[in-house]
């Protein structure tokens, strides 16, 4: 049974960092593209930021560039999203994804096979 289990969600105060982390279980991951994605209290699920499963490549949506940084260890099956200069605009359900192409493609949300249950993140101001 396929599973992503997030973990390191929690409440910030603007400015700060935080990582999160999803393990996947269940099969080996190491061709899949794997991101985050996340879903605010009335908004729409919103692509966060992915990475190719074959090759190199990352990718970010635009509200994150430049301060969360994706990263993959292939061998442990794990994911991490590295959260800096967090914004109260920030705060959401952080949702791991993976899907069977090897490619982001975008709109990738339309690619995705897997879902975790998601984590809060509150970044307070």
């Known amino acids: 049974q396929v599973q992503l289990v997030e973990s390191g969600g929690g409440l910030v105060q603007a400015g700060d960092s935080l990582t999160l982390s999803c393990a996947a279980s269940?099969?080996?991951?190491?061709?899949?593209?794997m991101g985050w994605f996340r879903q605010a209290p009335g908004k729409e699920r919103e692509f966060v930021a992915a990475?190719?499963?074959?090759?190199?490549?990352?990718y970010y949506g635009d509200s994150v560039k430049g301060r969360f940084t994706i990263s993959r260890n292939k061998p442990r099956n794990t994911v991490s999203l590295q959260m800096n200069s967090l914004k109260p605009e920030d705060t959401a359900v952080y949702y791991c994804?993976?899907?069977?192409?090897?490619?982001?493609?975008?709109?990738?949300?339309?690619?995705?096979?897997?879902w975790g249950q998601g984590t809060q993140v509150t970044v307070s101001a």
């Open positions: 269940g099969r080996t991951f190491s061709d899949y593209a």
């Open positions: 990475s190719n499963g074959i090759g190199g490549g990352t």
């Open positions: 994804a993976a899907g069977r192409g090897g490619i982001v493609t975008t709109p990738w949300e339309d690619y995705v096979d897997f």
